[in-house]
Nanobody
Framework: QVQLAESGGGSVQAGGSLRLSCAIS????????MGWFRQALGKEREFVAG????????FYADSVKGRFTISRDNAKNTVYLQMNSLKPEDTAVYYCAANVLASARAVATTTPEYNYWGQGTQVTVYS
């Protein structure tokens, strides 16, 4: 059983930064592609950033490109999302997800491609 646990959410003023962490347990983390998604109140869950299981290829939604950075530490079974220059429209519940069927270089960007999900962490950006 794979378990994901996000942490690092909170409230921050616009222009500020937060770093989210997602700890994974249960199986071999470095076999998974990983992603971050978010869901704002009344909206559908959307892709934010993803990282491949090998070679650390990354992909970002246009809305966060240049502001957010996804990274992984295989030794710690953890994936991170560094969020800078936060805007009120970044307010959402942020979820990490694992893609256990990922090829080495692929970055999945849709929710059906991910097999396991965390419970989410709230990020609130106020102006």
């Amino acid at each position: 059983q794979v378990q994901l646990a996000e942490s690092g959410g909170g409230s921050v003023q616009a222009g500020g930064s937060l770093r989210l962490s997602c700890a994974i347990s249960g199986r071999t983390f470095n076999n998974y592609g990983m992603g971050w998604f978010r869901q704002a109140l009344g909206k559908e869950r959307e892709f934010v950033a993803g990282i491949s299981r090998s070679f650390s290829r990354t992909f970002y939604a246009d809305s966060v490109k240049g502001r957010f950075t996804i990274s992984r530490d295989n030794a710690k079974n953890t994936v991170y999302l560094q969020m800078n220059s936060l805007k009120p429209e970044d307010t959402a519940v942020y979820y990490c997800a694992a893609n256990v069927l990922a090829s080495a270089r692929a970055v999945a960007t849709t929710t059906p491609e991910y097999n396991y999900w965390g419970q989410g962490t709230q990020v609130t950006v106020y102006s």
